[in-house]
């Protein structure tokens, strides 16, 4: 009886910590500045055992992080040195290979003491608006162009904050209160955590968490395996060739599933760009153990155990596995296509369950915004910096049609536009759905989104684009056909390109055409209900259901006539 | 107020609750919701408690009615054909959402369906941005096109909603003119009147939900008024809303997306008025009913609003899953835990409970109509919580045997446990999943449950209060009396109030007295301009609030204002609140930053009936006790020895110690081991611990 009642006392423990660290991520919300972290949820926490092993994560808009954090407190333990960590600490970096891949994430770990003993660490990472350096972007030739570096360090020692660093900070970024007020929002952020913590501790008599850490690393693992053992061994793989910066960039993996693990071999992937597109392996990492766990055992929750069987290789400094000083400051691009890339490989072995191929990347731009300067600007004319995340669409799956304009891999949200319009001088123009930007299959692909950019009178502004897909959509499965590749251009109909910092003269708009996903199964044997559907909604228009998927004339028009008296199909 | 005669009713998914209040003394039924015609259930409730208490229908000085028609029309999709017009460039605002997926390891998630389908959402050419001045001017004889085209189509309602209209409604109000003129028949609701906020998915999905429930909510309370007053009644009805006060029918018809949630707003404001009784200043009140379980904070007898919430999710109560409803709301978390909430074990070898519910039909296993998966219920049966032969007093009988039997096929056998461990199990897993949800938003809230009082309420509540208290760190629970239809008796303690608010946006580096002054004027006459049409004479009181933040911040807190305050407003003033309401929630200030104010709000409110205090009393005599059974409780992990009393027998200073159960009609309340509990002067039930 004793044994069994501690398996639900253990259960109950695994669900408060799980608990525990979204508390912990709450806070960050709350109390965060910079608007990737409070509207769009780039962050994460969690929390760690004394060996540095992650117990459990929050689920957060970014299964980026999700890898990263799990490996980041162990470099932590390390630099810092078990002897040096005491009561009151609270430590730092944004090292992008020993964090979470770029200079813009600010990792901060902070020791758990309870009845004076070290019985755990908690962790969090934010993506900040500025480090300093050319901006968030991908113009640098390496990392040190791409802003302040903060190696693993003390933040606060004992509990007395590190002024000097303080200091170095404020002078080398461009939104230096905001920052401070960033990273003192991830140590409140840990400071909550370690407060729930101590209060579970002694609800249950807990001494340290070696008990409750084994149950739940014991049973993830156990799961974890179960899954893998059922899946059919072999090896495949998939590649998929993208933008790139200057030049298409070539994802290739081969996937080995063996009976305890799975193996993702990035060989033959290409080399490093000149530009800040290159991603971190840890990242990499994090993006191929998402896209598989999704496929195979999605509602294991992330811990040491969970994430171990899922092992990866890359060539030393190819694009998944930049070394330093390679510029990283948009890993996401590279990181956002490998679970596309991991589902082509995975398709062959696992047929029926991955979807079609997506918008992929976020469709993010960030918008300097500065008086004009070809005439005299008007009085209350203002310099600002206004980042907005949007998405694409998403591949279409064996028994569902893609979905429209929503993020996949990544899990962000976007801004209201009123909101951004509130950042700064800047007007949306339009943000709604690009009809037939879905990929035609017998499940369409997720509809793309139309944006158009201005400023307000009296102002210019610097573009700085960080879309692909514009020469290479996503390509569909089983047959489905290519979602629309993305477009942009000025609304005098001046060329732009889809990366990289541009021009935008007072009074000109940029005009912006998103992705849409690519679709899965012929075309000629979707469900004619769900053809004339998407017809009377303008998904699509009557040419795509006439040409791609044989509606008639007589058809289309009682659709059309439908549509007119605002009657759904 | 208090020596007439006043009617409260609540309509729910199940029952409608009918109570009387004559004199103070309650008169109360329950009967089966009428969907067909809902207002059927309230004439004959109506009826029942006229007779129990010896009136007539034209006897009643007031009826006050809560109803969760609305939100059901929500989620069942059974609004009218309803038409959005908006800003060229943002069709599909609605649709796009928030462009996230709420659950990120589902690759075959699916989006709920906007309310309305692209076809029927039109653009017209306009704009105002931020500053709420006009970039592109509206051409009217493009309006009348469109809605020439619109007219067509036969809409029984309108949505109006366009970009930044929070600060320049001009252009939403020369839109419903051209409607009103060439669709006389079409019900228009504009964005800028029904949720004058910033945030467009917000806003107009707000809009959208209003105009496409305004044709049957205002049917259904015109039948209503026509039935009642057929039935002899004289009086006016008045309306429950969301935000925990009371409007006219008229408003309602007009606003019946105010009218949400509606129904749980009553129990909330009836854990108020228990907590002002004894003067309470820290609630957590726990509603736990069949299928789900809300919890609310009460501070200072008031409880807290919210100015947005989340209606209809379509995914496990998943945060997200839902849409967006920006009206002013009592904030509550709901999560899918009740009496009738399923379990399993997933491949984790967890157990998981709800949110699939048993529902009353088939039910727990253990109602014996067919149900053979666990429940809540059963395990109660197991663990000794339940009376097989006396649920609802004696009406069901429960059968312990099939619920050992489900408890065992479903859990026991694949976690190796016996049938009592499994029930434990299953009571510990729902118990620490309302727990984490109170945690939560506590910590949302910045407080610290430990100093708080639970007042429990709801068919289940009373059976897992104790255990939530223990895990939750509280230490008094209170259970009043008539606590099954405590949202009824919550809708005759509300008071008429309308809270009025704006997005504007100003730093205090910015800060215009003036224009504040003028702004909070002007809504504090809109607000009172609808509480005067409830009640021509009443004095009618004004709670200002703004919500402010550090600039650069996308969380906002409120800070509530005193009338000088608000009329004589200095930036001095205002950063000193916020600094010190800043620093309680999230531990420090952050130096050297500009703060601003983003939401301007006044509630107009008649003011609270005066309760009559009651003072706790202590333990005096021992409790009969009317016999004993074997209960299962946590600190020992094992079966004890429990007295059980009747609820009649609590009287004042009554005491029982725990483990026992009290037991009524409708409920039980479980004592555990660490507990005592104390019958009090007004029929409260005090729970504490021990020592």
Redesign the interface.
Known sequence: MAETHSNVAYQVMWNRLISVVEEQAQALVRTAFSTSVREAGDLSAGVYDTHGRMLAQAVTGTPGHVNAMADAVAHFIRRIGRQNIIDGDVYITNDPWEGTGHLHDITMVTPSFHDGRLVGFFACTAHIVDIGGRGFGADAASVYEEGLYIPIMKFADAGAVDDTLVRIIRGNVREPDQLIGDIHALATCNEIGHRRLTAMMTEFGLSDLDGIAAFILENSRRATLERIAALPRGQASGDMTVDGFDTPITLKVTLTIEADRILSDFAGTSGLDKKGINCPLVYTKAYACYALKCAIAPEIPNNAASLAPFEIAAPENSIVHALHPAPVALRHIVGHFVPDTVYAALDKILPGVVPAEGAGCLCNFQVSLRPRTDAPAPPGAMRSEVLTFNSGGSGARPAHDGLNATAFPSGVMTMPIEATEHAGPVIIWRKELRPDSGGAGKQRGGLGQHMEVGAREGHEFDFQAMFDRVAHPARGRRGGASGAPTTIARDDGAAMRGKGKQFVAHGRRVVLAFPGGAGYGVAAERDKARVKRDLARGYISPDVAAVDYGLTEDEIAAVEKARRLGEDI | MQSSIRLGVDIGGTFTDVVLEKAGEPFSTKVLTTYAAPENAIIDGMHQVCAKAGVSPSDIDQIIHGTTLATNALIERRGA?T?LITT??????I??R????FE????????PEPLL????RYTVTE?I??RGEV?IAMDRREVETLVD??A????ESVAIGL??SYLNDAHERLVAEVVAEKMPDAMISISAEVSPQ????ERFNTVVANAYIKPLMKSYLGRLEGRLSDEGVRCNTFLMHSGGGIISLESAAEFPVRLVESGPAGGAVFAAHIAARYGLNKVLSFDMGGTTAKICLIKNQTPKTSRVFEVARTYRFKKGSGMPISIPVIDMVEIGAGGGSLAHV??????RVGPESAGSEPGPACYGRGGDRPAVTDADLVLGKLDPENFAGGSIPLHTENSKNALMSELGET???DAA?SA??LA??VD??MA?AA??HA??NGEDLSEYTMIAFGGAAPLHAGRLCE?L?VDRLLVPPGAGVGSAIGFLRAPFSFEANRSV?MKLSDFDAVRIQALLSELQSEATGFVRNCDATADILSEFKVYMR?T????EIPIGLTQAQAMAPDAATFERLFEEDYAK????T?Q??DVEITVWSVNATTPQDVVTPVTLAGARSVATIAGHRQMFDPAT??FEKAAVVLRDGMTEGAEVSGPAAITEDETTIIVLSSRRAIGQPDGCIDVIAKG
């Open positions: 054909k038409a060229r460039g943002f069709r599909d605002v649709e796009m928030t462009e996230s997926r990120q390891y589902d690759l075959n998630l699916n989006l389908p692209r076809q029927r704009r941005d931020a970039l085209e619109i067509q189509a036969g809409y970009i930044h910033m945030r467009e998915y997933d491949a984790l070898r967890q157990i976690l190796d446990m461990t434990f199990g510990e897993v620490e999943n984490n945690r939560v910590v949302e895990k760190g946006y550090y650069g911040q996308g969380w929630l999230f531990g420090r952050v050297g930053l992990s094992g």
